[in-house]
């Protein structure tokens, strides 16, 4: 199973990108979502990927967000949907969008996506529901290491204390306040769920 992949960015071209990675060349399927923040040709960038192995083909999808491949992977457990309208959910709308959408059972907007029809929107409103705020749970990059705002940074550091990513999300948004760096919103947080 391949996990991760680290190396140069040789080619791209939507949906496909090619990482060298110690002289071979892996090629990719990748949502719109990952091109938008890829580097320039040429240089080093670190994607999540989901290897997938069917009886005719076997296919290789990457992301630069643990969120994205996680969506990735909940939408197809959905029935009736595959690889192609997964990536067209990503293409279509960031994984907090996608989220948001479903919860809120906003059929309109999840039928936007390309290859998405009322009856699928509906069966994944009903599948999805649950899992939804778990969905951004993993937004952030990989290259970079870090999540990009307080909000994100202590929701990952609550998960890693070993909240649900769900609880975590809640309690971070709870005690952020305007200004606030990570380690005060995790203090506030740890301090609210102590009471």
Do not use: C
Not at 52 to 71: C, H, I, N, T, W
Not at 124 to 129: H, Q, Y
Not at 130 to 148: Q, R, V
Not at 160 to 167: F, I, R, T
């Amino acid at each position: 199973m391949i996990g991760r992949l680290r190396g140069i960015l040789a080619h791209k071209a939507p949906p496909w990108l090619v990482i060298d990675v110690g002289g071979v060349g892996y090629e990719l399927e990748a949502p719109m979502s990952t091109f938008y923040d890829l580097p320039d040709i040429g240089r080093e960038v670190v994607l999540f990927t989901h290897y997938a192995q069917k009886e005719d083909s076997v296919s290789l999808y990457g992301f630069l967000r643990e969120g994205e491949r996680r969506l990735f992977r909940d939408v197809q457990k959905v029935s009736g949907i595959g690889a192609r309208i997964a990536l067209a959910v990503l293409s279509g709308a960031s994984v907090e969008e996608f989220a948001r959408s479903i919860q809120a059972g906003d059929i309109t907007a999840l039928t936007r996506i390309p290859g998405i029809g009322k009856k699928t929107a509906e069966r994944m409103i009903v599948e999805l529901r649950d899992k939804a705020a778990d969905f951004s749970g993993g937004g952030a990059p990989l290259a970079g290491g870090t999540a990009t705002d307080p909000l994100s940074e202590a929701t990952v550091a609550l998960q890693q204390l070993g909240y649900k990513p769900a609880e975590a999300a809640k309690m971070a948004r709870e005690a952020l306040n305007e200004g606030d760096d990570v380690a005060a919103v995790i203090r506030r947080a740890l301090q609210s769920a102590l009471r």
